[in-house]
């Protein structure tokens, strides 16, 4: 028991951190703990349709730099804040 609500997420684009934690975590069930991957989303928390691969991560990178955080990612963390009465 992490003591206090955690979210913990990740996006299935991103090349620099692996799902696996994700997956572990949401295997063991703790309570408090809500988990998840975010389809389309890179290690920015940005929308990225692109293939996954560190070659163009640079390009990746440029080319989301100015987007908005992915939407999916922000419905996630709106519900989240709600349901653990945060605000």
């Not at 090349?15 to 696996?20: E, G, H, N, Y």
């Not at 440029?62 to 999916?72: C, G, I, N, R, Y």
């Amino acid at each position: 028991d992490a003591g206090c609500p955690v979210l913990a997420l990740t996006g299935d684009k991103d090349v620099q951190s692996s799902t696996k934690p994700i997956e572990l975590l949401k295997e063991r069930g703790y309570p408090n703990v809500t988990c998840g991957v975010v389809p389309d989303m890179d290690h920015l928390l940005k929308e990225c349709t692109a293939e996954k691969s560190m070659l163009h991560l640079n390009q990746n990178y440029a080319e989301s730099m100015d987007k908005p955080l992915h939407p999916v990612l922000l419905a996630i963390i709106d519900s989240w804040i709600e349901e653990n009465h945060l605000v």
